[in-house]
């Protein structure tokens, strides 16, 4: 029996409100993590340095995440397994990056189907992991983009900054999936998916490896994320917001920063009073509108973005082929239509699937666990799932990533109630022979 476990999209349909002053004190969050683009803007007014944000409660030097982990099923060796797959998880990215502040992380395993209403039998919700919110940040190139709460805390922060959250990463799971957990019998079924795999994945895009361009509108078109500034008493004129990820992103056939793209959209004003609809019938007939759609063409060629791996990245300054060729990281831009589940917020699959740079695509072949990935990859003691290119990307994005990777000592055991283990990878759709990653 096939096994479809699918991605789902929210589009974002009112436009916020926000004045070039309290910028600053509006953040985004997901309000549902299994639904990637579910974001409202909501009030985080400066506050003063917390300094309990240094603190590291409930955890070790080999483990900087502390899981608040919710189980709302009636079996206990279960909620068990799957609470020491966070704790795995946690294990491995501490051993890849030297983690300032705890990580704080609020997990929930439910049943879909008795608590969603989504009780599809062929097409089955996995889950998800994201930042639980994102802050507005002046960043090194002089604008304000949105940071993940978990990067941010890792920052410098000045002595005011935004309101955080109480948690950095919300993560979702289905309960209602056949998981395969380390010291299960070999080879997993074609129904079975590798937990592990799926939650080091997910927490690495909590962690920051999430872009904002999409199709907020459903009119076929790519914008980052959409907010509205009040200018002076004028026109009112949009403000397109981008996610800290996005100012490294480059158009390979132009070397074009996506910041340089962002930037001619952010020139377009709403004919009107401001009302989602006056957005619409005037970003359709604007100069922008073009721009919009030429990207979201892109967004379906195949090789036509990527996460370039300097930080010397000059928004309007293109790079050449050679810096793009040997210094970047290539994006997922094969799926046609574009899938705003899959496409940009992962790695190119063709060109990483057989490389130790495997963890962040969009599909992983069933049957396989971390173990033999990375062993397949000769990644086992060297990088672990979080590949060379990976530790790049996540040290470009602010993280101090740690000189060696030392393999975590994890626990297995044949007592389903402590049993820990070792994989990686997302929110996925299994299909034949391929799975389709949140």
């Known amino acids: ?9 929210t589009v974002l349909a009112v436009l916020i409100v926000l004045t070039r002053t309290t910028l600053s004190e509006k953040c985004v969050v997901y309000s549902e993590p299994v639904y990637r683009y579910k974001t409202q803007f909501i009030d985080c007014p400066m506050v003063k340095k917390n300094a309990t944000l240094e603190k590291r409660q409930n955890t070790t030097p080999d483990d900087m995440f502390n899981v608040n982990f919710h189980c709302s099923i009636n079996d206990n060796s279960l909620c068990n397994r799957v609470k020491n797959v966070f704790v795995s998880a946690g294990k491995y990215i501490t051993a890849t990056l030297n983690l300032k502040t705890q990580i704080q992380v609020n997990a929930q395993f439910l049943d879909f189907c008795k608590e969603q209403g989504d009780c599809d039998t062929q097409s089955i919700i996995l889950g998800a992991a994201r930042p639980s919110r994102m802050i507005p940040h002046q960043d090194t190139d002089g604008r304000v983009r949105l940071f993940p709460q978990a990067l941010y805390k890792q920052l410098n922060l000045p002595n005011n900054h935004p309101q955080m959250g109480p948690d ?9 999936m056949d998981y395969w957990f380390e010291g299960d019998p070999l080879p997993m079924s074609e129904r079975q998916v590798d937990l592990l795999y799926v939650v080091v994945h997910e927490l690495t895009h909590g962690l920051g490896f999430t872009n904002s361009w999409n199709d907020y509108l459903n009119m076929q078109i790519l914008t980052p994320i959409i907010g509205e500034i009040q200018t002076n008493g004028g026109a009112p004129q949009a403000q397109f917001v981008e996610y800290v990820f996005d ?25 009107g009073a401001g009302t989602e609809q006056d957005f619409m019938n005037s970003f359709t007939a604007s100069p922008q509108y073009p721009i919009a759609k030429n990207m979201y063409n892109l967004a379906s060629q195949h090789g036509s973005m990527a996460f370039v791996l300097s930080s010397n990245i000059q928004p309007n300054t293109p790079l050449t082929a050679d810096q793009i060729q040997n210094d970047a990281l290539l994006l997922e831009t094969s799926l046609v239509p574009f899938e705003p589940s899959s496409s940009i917020g992962h790695v190119d699959f063709q060109t990483y699937k057989n490389t130790s740079d495997f963890l962040m695509m969009f599909t992983y072949p069933p049957g396989q666990t971390l173990d033999d ?13 979080m590949g ?8 470009i994005l602010g993280y101090q990533v740690k000189p060696n990777y030392t393999p975590p000592a994890i626990n297995i ?3 389903s109630s402590i049993i820990s283990f070792n994989l990686a990878l997302s929110f996925v759709c299994i299909l034949l022979t391929l799975v389709n990653c949140f």
């Open 413 to 415: 055991s044949s007592d």
């Open 1 to 9: 029996m096939k096994v479809l476990i699918k991605t789902s999209f």
């Open 247 to 271: 100012r490294s992103v480059v158009l390979t056939q132009t070397g074009q920063p996506l910041t340089s793209v962002a930037d001619q959209l952010n020139q377009f004003q709403i004919n």
């Open 168 to 176: 950095d990463i919300t993560a979702m799971f289905n309960s209602n």
């Open 388 to 395: 060379p290119k990976l530790r790049q990307l996540l040290g």
């Open 373 to 385: 990935m990375m062993s397949a990859a000769g990644s086992t003691t060297t990088t672990g799932p």
